[in-house]
């Protein structure tokens, strides 16, 4: 069974402080990783993905790694802002085929609850 | 933003009455998806579609329809409305189903409360 574990589950930081958030999957046939951010009582955004060649990818302030012989990702955010307080979701896709086609085959971690305070 | 909107926002319902949830797109994306977002669950696949009037079950549809008349609207029905079904549901888009170069686009949600 595929499965996407994040940890840890809620992390407080304070303003200004980096951090870095762990997604642990096991996922077969390994298509891509997703980082999404979802803010209270929004829909989850994209921020970055990750496939098999790629190690480390930036966006902004949020670089995303990708260790696909361990099966890990981290996103790790530097200089943390207010708003950078959100859930985020790892969600890892599954190589899938249907119909002489291929697909992603979702699955997603429950999020880590981020808190950046003053 | 993807022009993505959920009606209603929320919504409060009795045990075993009907509820359809509203999903409008503006982005004229071929795939839209019905999830679920619970407490201690990571995001969960109701239905899906890939076409008007094509869709196909995920992996928690009992309890569940859908339709898709057109390609912009896709409908989510609780023919019965139960307790376990109280939750927040999120509609998305995408414009394929290989993802790799596609994510999904999602709307902000329907709060849905059944007593």
């Known amino acids: 069974k595929n499965q996407v574990e994040q940890s840890p589950q809620s992390l407080i930081i304070l303003e200004g402080k980096n951090c870095t958030l762990q997604c642990n999957y096991t996922v077969s046939p390994f298509s891509n990783l997703r980082w999404y951010k979802q803010d209270t009582g929004r829909g989850p955004v994209s921020l970055t993905i990750m496939t098999f060649s790629e190690n480390t990818k930036s966006n902004g302030r949020y670089t995303a790694t990708l260790d696909a012989d361990t099966k890990q990702s981290s996103l790790h955010i530097t200089a943390s802002q207010l708003s950078d307080s959100a859930s985020y979701i790892c969600?890892?896709?599954?190589?899938?085929?249907?119909?002489?086609?291929?697909?992603?085959?979702?699955?997603f971690g429950q999020g880590t609850i981020l808190t950046v305070h003053p | 933003d993807a022009g993505i909107t959920q009606s209603p926002r929320h919504k409060v319902t009795e045990t075993g009455t009907p509820v359809t949830l509203r999903c409008h797109q503006t982005?004229?994306?071929?795939?839209m998806y019905w999830y679920r977002q619970d407490p201690g669950h990571g995001l969960r696949l109701i239905h899906y579609s890939y076409g008007v009037k094509d869709t196909d079950k995920g992996e928690v549809s009992d309890g569940y329809s859908v339709s898709r008349s057109k390609t912009e609207d896709f409908l989510l029905t609780l023919e019965s409305a139960t307790s376990s079904q109280t939750s927040v549901y999120f509609c998305?888009?995408?414009?394929?189903?290989?993802?790799?170069?596609?994510?999904?686009?999602f709307g902000n949600g329907t709060r849905l409360t059944v007593t």
């Open positions: 998305a888009i995408s414009a394929f189903r290989d993802l790799l170069g596609s994510p999904l686009h």
């Open positions: 982005e004229n994306h071929r795939y």
């Open positions: 969600v890892v896709s599954a190589q899938g085929y249907a119909g002489g086609t291929s697909y992603g085959k979702l699955t």
